[in-house]
């Protein structure tokens, strides 16, 4: 071992693999700041660094535990409270049930399919009711087996 590096590695080598690494974070720093909108860039122009730019970003719209905790407490409770919107399309209704889904998977929210599918069928609107019971006497709700896909396509 050398003051340089390892004797077996010729100094140019190191260089140029620090030089590499450095190429890496500045293109990991473009490829965050050119995906973010104006207004957003310019509260975060004092990140100079790729890693300083993603946390500031995840401090940003994550938040803190607080924040998190609050937001797991609001989407459990939209989870609850879901429900067929008057005057809207049962398609509009199971878009809104999967972005639903999808925001609680992003947040560590895990539910069982069998709590999934049952909330699914009793948000249905009034109207379905004859349907809803149907399918549920007709699938069995609490295996994994039965999934959101194959639901989609018995409602509709």
Same mark, same amino acid.
């Given at each position: 071992?050398?003051?340089?590096?390892?004797? +077996? *590695?010729?100094?140019?080598s190191l260089i140029d693999n +620090?030089?590499?690494?450095?190429?890496n974070y500045e293109k990991a720093y473009g *490829?965050?700041?050119v995906c973010l909108s104006t207004d957003i &860039?310019?509260?975060?122009?004092?990140?100079? &660094?790729?890693?300083?730019?993603?946390d500031a970003l995840v401090?940003? =719209?994550?938040?803190?535990?607080d924040m998190k905790e609050s937001r797991i407490e609001m989407l459990n409770g939209e989870f609850n409270m879901f429900n067929h919107i008057q005057g809207k399309t049962v398609t509009s209704l199971l878009?809104? =049930?999967?972005?639903l889904n999808n925001m609680?998977?992003?947040?560590?929210?895990?539910?069982e399919m069998s709590e999934i599918n049952k909330k699914l069928l009793n948000s249905l609107p009034y109207t379905w009711n004859s349907g809803a019971i149907t399918?549920?006497?007709?699938t069995n709700m609490n295996t994994k087996n039965t999934h959101r896909v194959d639901l989609y396509n018995q409602i509709i």
């Open positions: 071992m050398t003051p340089n590096g390892p004797a +077996d *590695v010729p100094l140019e +620090d030089k590499k690494l450095m190429l *490829v965050i700041s &860039a310019q509260t975060l122009r004092e990140c100079t &660094a790729a890693k300083g730019l993603w401090e940003k =719209f994550e938040g803190n535990l878009n809104r =049930f999967e972005a609680m998977r992003s947040v560590g929210i895990i539910k399918i549920k006497r007709t």
